[in-house]
C-alpha cells in the first residue's frame, strides 16, 4: 500500500522568508513518480512538478526547489523568497509508474504568507 | 493544451435528488479518468477509476450503487451522486490521464456540491 505524510498542518512565514515543506512517502513499488501539487483558495489544482523515482537530480524552477531523497523516502519541497502569492494549501503525492496509476495525496500543508 | 474542464462547478440541491457532474478533456483523449472528493480542509480521496467503455473500478468503502460513473468516450466521464443527502456535500474533482509512457493526469477545476 502506498502512504504520503505531510507532517506539517500548517505553516506561516513572513514574506520573503524561505520555506521548506516536507514530504515522506512509502511504497513497495521499485519505480513510481512522486508530485507536488498546489491548491489555491479557488480549489483548482495546479501541477507543480512530477518526479520519477530513477531520478534523484534536485531540481530548481525559478524560486522553487525539490530535494529527493530516495534513502529517506523524501520529497521536499522549497520556496525561497516567498510572496503572498504563495499562500495555499500543497498536497504531495505519489503514484504508481505502471498499471493505474492513481494517485495517493498527503494530508496537504497549509501555507500562509504573512506581507 | 491539456484542460480538464467539470460542469457545473457549483451545485446545490435537495436531499433525495440525483447530481450529474461532467469531466471533459476539452484537447486530448483521456485514456483514464480519475474522481477524487475532498472534504473542507482535508486531502482529496480517490473514489473511483474509470476506463472508456469500461467498468469503473471503486475504492474500498465508496458506495457504487450511490457514485454512478459513466466513461463513455474518451474525452467524458459523468459522476452521478444518487439520492445525495447532506453528508454528500464536498468537492468533487475529475483528473484524466492523457494517453503515454508518463503519468500524465490533469486536474479539473472541481464541483463544489451542496446538499440541503
Known amino acids: 500500500a502506498q502512504k504520503v505524510t505531510q507532517a506539517q498542518t500548517e505553516i506561516s512565514v513572513v514574506e520573503k522568508e524561505d520555506v521548506t515543506l516536507d514530504c515522506v512517502y512509502e511504497t513497495r513499488d521499485t519505480t513510481y513518480y512522486l508530485f507536488w501539487y498546489k491548491q489555491p483558495p479557488s480549489g483548482e489544482l495546479v501541477f507543480l512538478i512530477r518526479r520519477n523515482s530513477f531520478d534523484e537530480q534536485n531540481e530548481i524552477s525559478g524560486r522553487y526547489s525539490w530535494n529527493f531523497q530516495k534513502s529517506t523516502s523524501s520529497f521536499n519541497f522549497t520556496i525561497t523568497a516567498s510572496q503572498v502569492v504563495d499562500s495555499a494549501v500543497y498536497f504531495c503525492a505519489l503514484s504508481e509508474a505502471f498499471g493505474n496509476e492513481k494517485l495517493t495525496f498527503g494530508t496537504g500543508t497549509r501555507l500562509t504568507i504573512i506581507p | 493544451g491539456a484542460v480538464v474542464s467539470q460542469h457545473p462547478s457549483r451545485v446545490i440541491c435537495k436531499s433525495g435528488t440525483s447530481v450529474k457532474i461532467e469531466c471533459r478533456s476539452l484537447d486530448f483523449q483521456a485514456t483514464t479518468m480519475f474522481w477524487y472528493r475532498q472534504f473542507p480542509k482535508q486531502s482529496l480521496m480517490l473514489m473511483a477509476t474509470?476506463?472508456?467503455?469500461?467498468?469503473?473500478?471503486?475504492e474500498q468503502g465508496v458506495e457504487k450503487d450511490k457514485f454512478l460513473i459513466n466513461h463513455a468516450s474518451l474525452t467524458l466521464s459523468t459522476l452521478t451522486v444518487t439520492s445525495a443527502h447532506p453528508e454528500d456535500s464536498s468537492f468533487y474533482i475529475c483528473?484524466?490521464?492523457?494517453?503515454?509512457?508518463?503519468?500524465?493526469?490533469?486536474f479539473g477545476p472541481g464541483t463544489r456540491l451542496t446538499v440541503l
Open positions: 474509470s476506463n472508456e467503455g469500461s467498468k469503473a473500478t471503486y
Open positions: 483528473s484524466a490521464r492523457r494517453g503515454g509512457a508518463v503519468n500524465e493526469q490533469f
